[in-house]
Each structure stands twice: as structure tokens, then as C-alpha cells.
């Protein structure tokens, strides 16, 4: 069976792990409070499994949710600007090894979320990114 936290740990290592996107803070779930930015919060959103034809084995297509914060609501332009940048990056970062090192069958980012996200009593310019990966398991009767 597929450790979904594993899996969750791993996007958030490989976001700490590249100094070059220039995040501040990487964090595991959603937070009470976003000191720094930018920065991120990496979490599972839904999974869903199916059977597939071969009868006890399925497919498990988990989502991660990651969502980059990147600064107050103030200069418009140029905050949203370096936010689609920034967004672009790690959206390349997660599609270089789309298997997570060997977790998933394949993994790819299929969405990308511009909004407002409200943090405690602070507003940010945020994406939402959804990671989707294909696992295959076996149900064990």
C-alpha cells in the first residue's frame, strides 16, 4: 500500500531541497500563519481508487495540494507578475522526475489556481497547484 504522507513528504522535500526557487519556508499541511514569503504549504487533497480489469488490483490517483504564497496584497503588477513566474518554476521542478523517485507510477501537475488566499488576518496573492499521480495495488482479500 502507497503511504500517502510519504508521498506528501516528498513534494515538500524537493521543494525545500532547491534553493533555487527561493523559498523562504516549506510547510507540511495548511498553516495558522505565513511569516515569510515566499513560501509554501504542501498537503493531500482527495484520493480515489478504482478497480481496474484485472479484478483485485486498482488504480489510486492521490492530489497534492500545493500552495505558493507570494506577498501581500499591494503591488499589484509586480507581485502577480513574479507569482506566475515563480508558479512556473516549481510547477517545472515537479515535472522533472515524475515518478517521485520511484513512489508513483507518474506524476503531473494538472492544475494551476490563481487567487487570494486569507492566512489568519493577512491576505496573499496565491496559487493553488494540484499534483495528480497514478499508483497501481493490489487489494489483498
Do not use: C
Not at 30 to 41: F, R
Not at 95 to 108: A, E, F, K, P
Not at 124 to 130: E, G, L, Q, S
Amino acid at each position: 500500500m502507497s503511504d500517502m504522507s510519504v508521498i506528501t513528504q516528498a513534494i515538500v522535500d524537493l521543494l525545500k531541497g532547491d534553493e533555487t526557487l527561493g523559498l523562504k519556508e516549506v510547510y507540511y499541511g495548511d498553516q495558522g500563519g505565513i511569516p515569510l514569503t515566499p513560501s509554501a504549504t504542501v498537503e493531500l487533497g482527495n484520493k480515489t481508487r478504482e478497480y481496474n480489469q484485472t479484478g483485485l488490483q486498482t488504480n489510486v490517483v492521490p492530489q497534492i495540494q500545493v500552495v505558493i504564497y507570494h506577498g501581500l496584497l499591494v503591488d499589484v503588477q509586480k507581485i502577480k507578475k513574479e507569482l506566475d513566474q515563480f508558479v512556473q518554476a516549481v510547477e517545472d521542478l515537479l515535472h522533472v522526475d515524475n515518478t517521485l523517485g520511484g513512489l508513483v507510477i507518474s506524476g503531473i501537475v494538472t492544475s494551476v489556481e490563481p487567487g487570494v488566499a486569507v492566512v489568519g488576518k493577512a491576505q496573499f496573492y496565491a496559487h493553488r497547484m494540484t499534483w495528480e499521480a497514478m499508483i497501481k495495488e493490489r487489494i489483498t482479500v
